[in-house]
């Protein structure tokens, strides 16, 4: 009777125990939903302007909590998309957030120099993340991510947007089945002309620099178009306002060199006004301009084939939309952590050869 007792006892400290860890919650409950709750980290401009009122379009989630230092903000968030007030965290209570079960994905939306801390809670409370690009400043910081995420047995998705696009996946497309051959020379180019003076872009501890924001497009170009990771690279970085970009570049431009044989030249800018991608093959080409627009990018093929299917919406219900079918039917994602882990690994070499003024090898 007395290990009848003790064997009950411990049985029910450990299925007590199972019953509210948050992984366990979140594998229980997850299939039985059709909808999943995204609570968005970082209220700036992005959250603001395009994901809240993207998540107001989307069929396979919705905007359930927020995380923010500013509660200014929280009346009229809670007011326009009548949030919870239980689903409202600073960034002190964070990990609190794992006991919730209206939340199933955060959303960090944060400055690059914190997407690794905020997506190790998030994997740590058993949530789902989704990390806006770029993943993160160093490529140390983005395996500890994955770590952090496999451990936990959690989906990490990068919010490359435009990977959802079905215009991008058309030149993706002729990258894998080479209609035209061989890609030989790809120009790829991503910038605008940021007139902000005191921003986290601006800012080198912050994550800062062209390369961590519209880099990433122009390298994704190039990498895209040819379905291969580059094998060396050649970059130079530049500044016309020394005043403004002190800590970090205003300008980036580099050559890529594929194992194939085939050559990039990318250019990104915060002082240049630039959106374009041409890849001519051994017996063609295909040109995008726009590469990276939110709401489509159009382009042409020398066989005649234009790329230009409509989005319904901007990009952004697209891609939360197919990261949380891909949770909800456990289904590969289209951007998984390690797609930004592979940039990273370029945008360090990027850097390296800016400094050293020359080639490096990846």
Known sequence: MNNRRKFIRNTGIIAATTAFSPNVLLSATSLKKEKLGVALVGLGYYSTKLLAPALQLTKNCELRGIVTGSPEKITSWQKKYNLKDKNIYNYKNFDEIGNNSDIDVIYVVLPPSMHAEYTIRAANAGKHVWCEKPMAPSVTECEAMIKS???????????????????????????????????????????????????????????????????????????????????????????????VYHEVEETMMFQLEFPSGALANCQTSFGIQMNHLQVNYEKGWLKMEPQMSYSGNNGSMSNGTLINFTLESNQQPIQMDEDADSILNDKALIVP???????????EAIYRSAAQNCTVKL
């Open 337 to 347: 952590g390690e797609e930004g882990l592979r940039d990273i690994r370029v945008v």
């Open 149 to 243: 995420c496999r451990d936990n047995k959690v989906k990490l998705s990068i919010g490359y947007r435009c990977q959802h696009d079905p215009n991008i996946q058309a030149y993706m497309k002729a990258g894998k089945e080479k209609p035209f051959g061989k890609v030989r020379m790809i120009n790829s180019a991503a910038g605008y002309f940021d007139g902000r003076t005191d921003h986290w872009k601006q800012k080198k501890n912050m994550g800062g620099g062209v390369m961590g924001d519209m880099g990433v497009y122009a390298l994704q170009g190039a990498r895209l178009a040819t379905g291969e990771e580059p094998n060396s690279v050649l970059a130079r970085s530049f500044t016309t306002r020394p005043k």
